[in-house]
């Protein structure tokens, strides 16, 4: 009789929390349950529910809704929501008025990472710098937009830039690097059948066209040989040596351009002659004084690009190398070797190109880019040209110290530059290393956690599902060692001290990042949210199950007692549910938790004495324990 009882029992419960389910599931049909995680908040998820054929913007306005208030005015131009998927994260386009079930799938996590939403719109130059008498007028707001949004602001920055003297076809010629890498080139124009130009502005003629520094508003995105993702940024130089400018003028330029580019290419018409030769030197014998207190040389790669270039050489990269090598390595007087001397000092690579002719109708005033118009044989030599620039293997990683640079530091890069550069001489040399020693310690900071969040995320990110505590903390200890190793083996340029002050820092936001990654892990544990009702489930069967058999062994004061401590555990699992939902009752709830957790520890110290520690529900209750301490132990840190 007792054993029919305890079966319907039994059966009572299932039917009840199937009814139950249904109802949600019936209420719930259409909707689509998110959570929102938003930076700065360690730990705090935001669930919100929304009709899975409303648009991505109702969700931005429920977003905007629950948004913390510190955050409400910079979370949509500063921070772009992600969504985790196999292939990687996927920005989640909270402007447009498609629905969200295009993207989003339930109980998906919409996370804010740094950096500016991608804008929709067509690539363009915009001018970054001004010259405003002989001080730099950076155009930070436009800087800002291109290298601080969430696309490219940590990856390392390859930056392609152009110089030399005045009406030589620089921007033209850019045109076609910005045609190459962004797949678009149609034949060899330069400008569209309308006569606009593709690219940076240009236009034949004797008077100055390109005024200060512009850039190409959008990166471009490129893989190297060893898979390393590099984000590419062109930039066209003001004309050197016309007659608006000054010499300081000229040589702040080419000195601000040459420590910012890590490709300078120098633009030279027909030779490479000794007056060119002494104007590259005015600033090279600079850089080679700012060498002087750096490990290693303050430029990386100088391509000469000589134009309408004779046919003494072969034409392309070989001989363009050799005709710069001879005319670096000739000069009978010593004051001719130390200008050579001071150049090749001051680069970490000194190459060549030797172009021919574009043919005389591309030097008439009404030339419009039309390939056809163009030379054959400069046409021959053109691709050939680009692939010394923007081939994969060509790429070269801006480095300071031998470090990589990413595009948010070369941010502070050019800000520190452009202040250094703008007073009325030239900068001390002492004044310019100061702000590369705070330079090279904010992109070893930077680089340092990277290597901590990709060594993690191979393991723990939203993508992944939940993992254990140990091989979180395995994990941890692997990736805290690899930023560590990181930070000693970089050539830092400042003394003892600031180095000690950036490891202890990095060592703390990495113990912020560990925290991070344990609220992610825990987040994603099924058990987590229940594990108490769980327990409570666990010791109804057990109670049922003891209780029906102490029946067939005539023990009816233990099945009764049974009886009662199961009707009671269910009773304490809707309690604490409705606690839960409402959450108003943490105190019961929290007490409800430690009697689960005492449930699964008197659980484990049995079936542990019974099966053994390698059984495999011992190995399961076990790791409820685990993992209910080391919850525990994450709550009292945040606390603290």
């Not at 007028?137 to 390859?158: A, F, G, M, N, W």
């Not at 340092?448 to 939203?462: F, G, I, K, P, Q």
Request: charged share 20%; net charge negative; proline share 4%.
């Amino acid at each position: 009789m007792c054993s029919q009882r305890t079966c319907s029992r039994c059966i009572a419960y299932v039917l009840l929390l199937n009814e139950l389910l249904y109802i949600s599931r019936k209420e719930s049909a259409c909707k689509m349950y998110l959570e929102l995680k938003f930076p700065e908040t360690a730990g705090d998820y935001v669930e919100v529910a929304l009709d899975e054929h409303e648009p991505f913007t109702a969700l931005a306005r429920l977003i905007a809704t629950n948004a913390p208030r510190d955050l409400k005015d910079t979370l949509f131009t500063q921070f772009t929501p992600v969504v985790a998927r196999d292939e990687g994260e996927t920005v989640v386009p909270l402007e447009s008025p498609q629905p969200i079930s295009i993207l989003l799938k339930p109980d998906d996590i919409v996370e804010f990472k740094p950096g500016a939403p991608p804008r929709a719109e067509a690539g363009r130059p915009v001018q970054i710098m001004s010259l405003v008498g002989d001080d730099f007028e950076l155009h930070q707001e436009e800087l800002t937009r291109i290298l601080t949004s969430y696309e490219c602001r940590d990856l390392p920055v390859v930056v392609i830039s152009i110089a030399g003297k005045f009406r030589t076809g620089k921007s033209f010629l850019l045109n076609f690097v910005i045609n190459e890498l962004s797949a678009s080139q149609q034949g060899f124009n330069s400008k569209d059948d309308e006569g606009h130009s593709r690219g940076f502005s240009w236009e034949s003629g004797t008077t100055r066209h390109t005024s200060g520094i512009w850039m190409w508003n959008r990166p471009f995105y490129r893989l190297l040989p060893d898979g390393t993702k590099v984000a590419i940024l062109v930039m066209d130089t003001q004309g050197t040596f016309d007659n608006e400018t000054t010499m300081s003028q000229n040589t702040k330029l080419f000195a601000f351009n040459a420590l910012i580019a890590s490709h300078n290419i120098f633009n030279v018409k027909e030779v490479l002659a000794e007056d060119v030769l002494q104007n590259l030197n005015l600033f090279a014998t600079y850089g080679k004084r700012v060498a002087a207190g750096l490990d290693g040389k303050p430029f990386q790669r100088l391509q000469v690009l000589v134009r309408d270039a004779f046919d003494d050489f072969p034409f392309g990269d070989k001989g363009g190398s050799q005709y710069v090598a001879k005319v670096l390595s000739g000069g009978a007087a010593q004051e001719l070797q130390d200008t050579r001397s001071s150049i090749k000092d001051c680069f970490t690579e000194v190459e060549g190109f030797l172009m021919p002719h574009p043919g005389i109708k591309a030097t008439r005033s009404k030339f419009s880019g039309d390939g056809a118009e163009l030379d054959e044989e400069f046409v021959q030599w053109l691709p050939v040209l680009l692939n010394t620039v923007v081939a994969a293997d060509r790429l070269l990683i801006k480095t300071v110290g031998g470090v990589n640079v990413t595009c948010a530091c070369l941010l502070d890069h050019m800000k520190a530059f452009s202040a250094a550069l703008s007073s009325d001489d030239l900068p001390e040399v002492t004044t310019l290393l100061s702000s590369l020693e705070h330079l090279q310690l904010s992109d070893v900071r930077s680089a340092a956690l990277r290597v901590y969040t990709d060594c993690m995320e191979t393991v723990v990110s939203n993508a992944r599902g939940y993992v254990r505590q140990a091989r979180v903390e395995e994990i941890h200890t692997e990736a805290y060692g690899a930023a560590m190793t990181f930070i000693e083996s970089s050539r830092l340029l400042c003394g003892d001290a600031e180095k000690q002050r950036l490891v202890e820092e990095v060592q703390q936001e990495l113990r912020d990042k560990k925290k991070y990654y344990i609220d992610m892990n825990n987040h994603k544990d099924l058990f987590r949210g229940l594990r108490t009702p769980f327990a409570f489930v666990v010791l109804i069967v057990l109670s049922n199950i003891i209780g029906a058999a102490s029946s067939l062994l005539f023990l009816q004061i233990v099945a009764d007692i049974l009886n009662v401590v199961s009707t009671m555990s269910f009773v304490i699992t809707i309690g604490w549910a409705v606690a839960t939902y409402m959450g108003t009752a943490h105190r019961l709830t929290n007490e409800l938790d430690k009697w689960a957790q005492l449930i699964w520890w008197s659980l484990n110290q049995g079936v542990v004495g019974t099966l053994g520690n390698n059984h495999p529900v011992a190995a399961f209750i076990g790791g409820q324990v685990s993992a209910t301490e080391s919850s525990d132990a994450n709550d009292h840190a945040h606390q603290d």
